[in-house]
C-alpha cells in the first residue's frame, strides 16, 4: 500500500487530501469524510482507510474547508459547504477515472455522505460511523453560546481544545436540513455503525438513521468504544467490518474469475497497528496474520506458519473429498490435524538432510462413514497426494518479480 498527499479544487480555495492506494490496481474508489472540526488524519480516518486500502480499495480522505491543511475560512462554512467539499472530491476523483462507489462518514461526516449520496451516482453503498440523524445535533457542543451566536451573529467557541467561530448562518443552515427524508430516498446499501457508550452523538440517532432507511441496511454495534474511536482496536475493528462489509457491493474483478483463480494474486501489507499485524488480501477475501504476544505480536490473527497448515490442511481435506466422491465411497466426514514443529536432523531416518534442524509436520486424518479397511487405506493414500503436500515435497522456486 502507498498513501500519497495531494490536493484538489474545493468551491473556497484547495483541499488538503490523502489518497490512500492498494498495492494493485483499485477494485473501487471510496470517499472518507471527517468528524465535526476533526481532519483527515484522525485515528478513525486513517485505520478505515488503510484497511480499504488492503482489500485493494483506493479511499480519499481529505480535510473540509478551513480546517487542517485546507484553504478558506471555518467560520464561512456550514453542514452545505461539507457537502459541496465533497461532490467536489467525487469530481476529483472522476476526473482521475474512476468517481467513488463508497461514502464512509464519521460523525457528522456520516449525516454528510448520507446527504451527498444522490448527487453521487457512481456511489453503491454509505457507512455512517457515530452519525447523528440530525446535523442539527452539533449544537449541543456549544449550546450555552447558541443566543448569543443568533443575537450577534458570531461567536468564538472552544471544541475540542481549540477555538472555532461560529456564524449564525451555520446555525441556519443545519436546521433547514431535511436528512431523514434523504435517507429514506438513500437507494444504496447502508451500513450504521454505533457505539452503545457514545456520549457525543446517542446511540439513538443510529436507531432513527436506520429505521429512516430502506433496505437493504445493517448495524454493527461498535460495543465499548468512544466517540473518536480514539482506541487503535476500535478503530481497526471498525475498519475490518466496513472492508468486509463493503466487498458485497464491489464488482468482480478478473482477477476473480474462476478461470483465473489458481494465479489471482495475494497481497500481504502491514496493518499499520502491532508490530506484526498484516492485511492479507486473496481476490475477494481478505484475513489477517500476526504473531502471538510472546512473540511481540498482538495475536489478531494466525501465524505464518498457522497459515501453511491452514494451506495444507485445506488441500488435503478437499482432495480426500474429491476422490471420495469420484469413487462414490460412504465418506461422511474429512477432518484433519496438524502440527509444525523443528527437530534435529539426526532424528529424521529418511531425511536427506543430515546436520542442523529440519522442520516436521505432523498431520493425524480422520475420516468418518461407513468405509472398509481398504476404502480407508487408500483415501488416507490419496490424502498424501494433495497438491500443497506434493509442492511442500519438491523443489520450489521463488523469483523476485519486481522490488519498488
Known amino acids: 500500500m502507498s498513501s500519497q ?24 474508489f471510496a470517499l472518507f469524510a471527517h468528524c465535526f472540526t476533526c481532519s483527515k488524519d484522525t485515528v478513525a480516518a486513517s485505520r478505515v ?29 456550514n453542514f452545505s459547504s461539507n457537502i459541496e467539499d465533497l461532490i467536489k472530491a467525487a469530481e476529483f476523483l472522476r476526473q482521475r477515472g474512476n468517481g467513488p462507489s463508497i461514502l464512509v462518514g464519521h460523525s457528522l461526516g456520516g449525516a454528510a455522505v448520507l446527504s451527498a449520496a444522490s448527487r453521487i451516482p457512481e456511489c453503491k453503498a454509505v457507512v455512517t460511523i457515530g452519525a447523528p440523524s440530525d446535523p442539527g445535533h452539533v449544537q449541543h457542543l456549544f449550546a450555552d453560546s447558541v443566543d448569543q451566536i443568533a443575537a ?62 430502506l433496505h437493504p441496511k445493517s448495524f454493527i ?17 471498525a475498519a475490518e467490518v466496513i472492508g468486509a462489509w463493503v466487498n458485497r457491493y464491489l464488482p468482480i474483478g478478473e482477477e476473480d474469475d474462476a478461470a483465473s483463480a489458481d494465479r489471482r494474486r495475494v497481497v500481504v501489507a502491514e496493518a499499520g497497528v502491532g508490530r506484526f499485524t498484516q492485511h492479507v488480501t486473496i481476490g475477494p477475501h481478505h484475513l489477517i496474520a500476526d ?39 460412504p465418506l461422511k466426514h474429512v477432518e484433519v490435524q496438524l502440527v509444525h ?16 534442524r529440519i522442520d516436521r509436520i505432523q498431520t493425524r486424518v480422520s475420516l468418518t462413514g461407513e468405509l472398509n479397511r481398504e476404502q480407508r487405506r487408500r483415501l488416507l493414500e490419496i490424502a498424501d497426494k494433495c497438491p500443497v503436500h506434493r509442492t511442500l515435497r519438491s523443489e520450489v522456486l521463488i523469483e523476485d518479480l519486481e522490488t519498488t
Open 152 to 213: 450577534e451573529g458570531e461567536q468564538e467557541v472552544i471544541l475540542a481544545g481549540r477555538k472555532f467561530v461560529i456564524r449564525k448562518q451555520f446555525l441556519e443552515d443545519i436546521a433547514a436540513q431535511k436528512l431523514s427524508q434523504k435517507i429514506h430516498r438513500l437507494n444504496r446499501a447502508l451500513l450504521v455503525m454505533h457505539s452503545p457508550q457514545d456520549d457525543i452523538v446517542d446511540i439513538d440517532h443510529a436507531r432513527r438513521i436506520y429505521e429512516a432507511a
Open 49 to 77: 482507510s488503510r484497511a480499504l486500502a488492503a482489500r485493494g480499495i483506493a479511499v480519499l480522505r481529505f480535510d473540509f474547508t478551513g480546517l487542517g491543511g485546507s484553504d478558506g475560512d471555518f467560520a464561512n462554512t
Open 221 to 237: 454495534s461498535l460495543d465499548k468504544s468512544d466517540h473518536l474511536l480514539n482506541s487503535k482496536r476500535d478503530a481497526e475493528y
Open 5 to 28: 498527499r495531494l490536493k484538489f479544487p474545493g468551491t473556497h480555495g484547495e483541499l488538503d487530501a490523502r489518497f490512500d492506494l492498494p498495492t494493485g490496481p483499485p477494485r473501487a
Open 341 to 356: 514443529d523443528k527437530i534435529h536432523a539426526t532424528d529424521c531416518e529418511h531425511c536427506e538432510t543430515k546436520d542442523g
Open 291 to 329: 504473531e502471538p504476544k510472546s512473540h511481540g505480536g498482538q495475536d489478531s490473527g494466525p501465524t505464518p506458519y498457522d497459515l501453511l497448515l491452514t494451506a495444507l490442511g485445506a488441500c488435503t481435506n478437499m482432495t480426500v473429498r474429491m476422490y471420495a466422491d469420484r469413487k462414490q465411497l
